[in-house]
């Protein structure tokens, strides 16, 4: 499975902003799908992970400002993320496990000024 990010930017603090991650195979079958970012000098975090039936969790730092989603005929992942802080500010990477196997997005930066 090929993942490809898009949406990135530089964003003022408060404003918004929505990620994508457009899979080269069905989604229908992937169970477990997530958003990671990874800030220069910190590790790789989680942030928000959706199962094929849409039950979704999220990091306490993004809980009711970030809003992930799949959309399993377009093969797509959202991260809407809303109030951006500049605490936000990292790469931001999707992930798909399927098969026992974890597949990664090259990733796409996020810039929040305050």
């Known amino acids: 499975v090929q993942l490809v990010e898009s949406g990135g930017g530089l964003v003022q603090a408060g404003e918004s902003l929505r990620l994508s991650c457009a899979a080269s195979?069905?989604?229908?079958?992937?169970?477990?799908m997530a958003w990671y970012r990874q800030a220069p000098g910190k590790q790789r975090e989680l942030v928000a992970t959706?199962?094929?039936?849409?039950?979704?969790n999220y990091a306490d730092s993004v809980k009711g400002r970030f809003t992930i989603s799949r959309d399993s005929p377009k093969n797509t992942m959202y991260l809407q993320m809303n109030n951006l802080k500049p605490e936000d500010t990292a790469v931001y990477y999707c992930?798909?496990?399927?098969?026992?196997?974890?597949?990664w997005g090259q990733g796409t930066q996020v810039t929040v000024s305050s």
């Open positions: 195979e069905s989604i229908f079958i992937i169970n477990l």
């Open positions: 992930r798909a496990d399927q098969r026992g196997f974890a597949y």
């Open positions: 959706i199962t094929g039936g849409s039950s979704t």
